[in-house]
């Protein structure tokens, strides 16, 4: 079963921290997704990848980065975290042709206090 | 600039009824359109992906149409169950938008009623 593996379900942490979001998938994907998800707002892109070591800045990137070493990982990283950046976290994966669909990991609910 | 959009944001119906999901996007230059379910606290499920040529897909007791002419997109639910409950997003991934990114809909949450 192919799956995109987010590494955390809940994760609080303390405002000021630096934050890491692991994301693995095992379905040879070339681009992966970072989204934020908050009521009313609806998806936010904020950071993508589309091969190895390449990464394009989403609508949101502000306050956050992204690291793909290995083109099955894709981390996002909240460098001081702030409590504006509590949120569900959701990770998502596709081919790089123009056909293909997004599979997505399970999310992760970020607390930040 | 792509926009997609989808009516009810909330539906609520007796088990059992057959119901309509509607999706409309404004630039029928697309790949495909994915539908997604999504329970409380949890990631997306892919439902079904229409591809710009198709017009149908179905998948158990769901069907989705689409007709790119029009911009629109319905996702047909057959016999409704409570265990159907569960918000709804539509995604369409455009031909003019940057790297394949695909823009989403805000959501139609439905509960069915036992």
């Known amino acids: 079963d192919v799956k995109v593996t987010q590494s955390s379900r809940y994760l609080v942490k303390r405002t000021g921290e630096k934050v890491f979001l692991e994301c693995v998938q095992d379905?040879?994907?070339?681009?992966m997704f970072w989204y934020r998800q908050d009521p009313g707002l609806g998806l936010r892109l904020i950071y993508f990848?589309?091969?190895?070591?390449?990464?394009e800045k989403g609508d949101i990137p502000e306050g956050y980065s992204v690291s793909r070493e290995k083109k099955e990982r894709f981390s996002l990283i909240l460098e001081s975290a702030s409590t504006n950046q509590t949120s569900m976290y959701l990770c998502?994966?596709?081919?790089?042709?123009?056909?293909?669909?997004?599979?997505f990991g399970s999310g992760t609910r970020l607390t930040v206090v | 600039k792509q926009e997609v959009t989808q009516i009810p944001a909330a539906l609520s119906v007796p088990e059992g009824e057959n119901l309509v999901l509607n999706c409309s996007f404004t630039?029928?230059?697309?790949?495909?359109l994915q539908w997604f379910r999504q329970d409380p606290g949890k990631g997306l499920t892919s439902l079904l992906l229409?591809?710009?040529?198709?017009r149908e897909q179905t998948s158990g007791r769901l069907n989705a149409s689409l007709d790119k002419s029009s911009g629109r997109s319905t996702l047909y639910i057959a016999a409704s169950q409570p265990g159907d409950s569960a918000t709804y997003l539509c995604?369409?991934?455009?031909?003019?938008?940057?790297?394949?990114?695909?823009?989403f809909g805000p959501g139609t949450s439905l509960s069915v009623i036992p």
């Open positions: 998502a994966s596709s081919y790089s042709y123009k056909g293909s669909g997004y599979t």
């Open positions: 379905m040879d994907h070339e681009n």
């Open positions: 990848s589309y091969d190895v070591k390449m990464k």
């Open positions: 630039d029928s230059a697309i790949y495909n």
């Open positions: 229409i591809q710009s040529s198709q």
């Open positions: 995604a369409v991934r455009g031909v003019k938008t940057s790297y394949d990114k695909v823009i």
